[in-house]
């Protein structure tokens, strides 16, 4: 059960879909794709951010389509991207998110505003099963959920996990996800 769903049945309140007033922020590009390399503690930070942009970055450039990083202040930066960490505040993240392509990042605040917005979304997880923590409101064929799975571990509900399973998500699955939603033809 998803967490939002559970909110709601112990609340007795419905579930609708959220609103967030976007605050302009000038963004040069007409095409562009955001990502969040994740903030919520060391367990959720995915490392291997930069082999996923060089894999996906000849792709965009070939399509004309420019690649934004959003965070909060001392968020990792990352390499061959524009970087907006710490540049805006979460309604102008929300306005940049309505006029992307898409959006990929570790399970967070901007993935559940980019899926309220319509927007494709890869999302990464740590120690919630993205069965518990989705973002909820994603078309069919518009999310793709990716975590580390193992027959022998069960998830640890842990989000500052220490084994850090986040990282053995490939670079190349989350880089085939995010071009597969786009729909670039690719051969990785």
């Not at 562009?32 to 996906?56: A, C, D, P, R, W």
């Not at 319509?118 to 064929?141: M, R």
């Not at 986040?166 to 990785?188: M, S, V």
Request: proline share 6%.
């Amino acid at each position: 059960m998803n967490r939002i769903e559970s909110f709601a049945l112990q609340s007795a309140l419905k579930i609708d879909k959220p609103f967030i007033h976007n605050s302009f922020f000038p963004i040069t590009e007409d095409k562009y794709i955001t990502f969040n390399g994740g903030s919520q503690g060391e367990g959720k930070k995915y490392h291997l951010f930069q082999e996923v942009i060089s894999l996906i970055l000849p792709y965009l450039e070939k399509n004309h389509i420019a690649l934004y990083q959003l965070g909060v202040p001392g968020e990792q930066t990352f390499e061959n991207c524009n970087v907006l960490v710490g540049a805006t505040n979460v309604n102008q993240a929300s306005y940049i998110l309505s006029q992307s392509l898409m959006h990929f990042g570790v399970d967070g605040l901007l993935n559940h505003i980019a899926s309220a917005l319509d927007k494709p979304v890869v999302a990464l997880y740590s120690g919630l099963p993205p069965e518990v923590c989705s973002p909820y409101f994603s078309k069919k064929g518009k999310l793709v959920n990716l975590s580390w799975k193992d027959e022998e571990h069960l998830p640890s509900y842990n989000e500052n996990e220490p084994s850090k399973t986040i990282n053995k998500i490939k670079p190349e699955e989350i880089a085939l996800n995010i071009l597969n939603l786009l729909g670039i033809d690719n051969d990785l």
